[in-house]
């Protein structure tokens, strides 16, 4: 099984809405990660775990929480988001990097979310 | 000066052509590297990894020059299928992953 799977696949919430992005992956890779991407631009970092540790955090609003609840499952709340926060939600993962050797990402398909 | 530079393009060729795109870095301690494929609306999708001894798949060439500080990707016989957003992903230290803005291509019939 080589797949990240996210849910749901497309989301629209009010700006007083509390949502929730789920990520689950059974690959054995003990670091995740939560990207933000807007059209026409790269992924942006938002969020690392490793061995279920949050391990980078780049200065992401309050307004979404991280959550890794076991060494599958990757959440990221949401609530009194913006309309700026409209974009692509991608999680990954990878193994965690060892001396000298990083390992490959393995992205889900995304979460496409709509504020309004 | 961006940590990871590449040419926006878009690379406009013909079926059957060569194109090759480049990426530059600034950190010289970066310590892995990779050419993602994205298509519109969907995830990235690892195309290669890139070693200093260069690494071939089909039609696909990949070349790491450290001295420089650049990696390069090389697609050969171009298909229309190969139309996408070409990313070039640097990892230097740690979790420390460094996305390129991305190199769009167009191959037409």
């Known amino acids: 099984d080589t797949e990240v799977t996210q849910t749901p696949k497309h989301l629209v919430m009010g700006m007083t809405n509390k949502k929730s992005l789920k990520c689950e992956q059974h690959m054995g890779h003990r670091a995740m990660y939560w990207y933000k991407q807007k059209a026409k631009k790269p992924p942006e970092l938002m969020f690392v775990?490793?061995?279920?540790?949050?391990?980078i955090n780049e200065s992401v609003p309050s307004r979404f929480s991280p959550e890794c609840p076991n060494s599958s499952l990757l959440n990221l709340h949401l609530h009194a988001l913006q309309p700026e926060d409209s974009a692509l939600y991608l999680c990954?993962?990878?193994?965690?990097?060892?001396?000298?050797?990083?390992?490959?990402?393995?992205f889900g398909s995304g979460t496409q979310l709509s504020v309004l | 000066r961006k940590e990871v530079e590449q040419d926006p393009g878009p690379f406009n060729v013909p079926e059957g052509a060569t194109v090759a795109f480049n990426c530059t870095y600034s950190n010289s301690a970066s310590q892995s590297f990779f050419w993602y494929r994205q298509d519109c609306r969907k995830e990235p999708k690892l195309l290669m990894s890139?070693?200093?001894s260069g690494n071939e798949d089909g039609r696909f060439t990949a070349q790491l020059n450290r001295a420089s500080q650049y990696i390069s990707l090389l697609i050969r016989d171009s298909k229309l299928s190969d139309s996408a957003t070409y990313l070039c992903v640097v990892i230097t230290g740690g979790f420390k992953t460094i996305f390129g803005a991305g190199t769009r291509l167009f191959v037409k019939a």
């Open positions: 890139v070693y200093s």
């Open positions: 775990y490793s061995y279920e540790k949050l391990s």
């Open positions: 990954a993962s990878s193994h965690p990097p060892t001396t000298g050797v990083n390992e490959k990402l393995f």
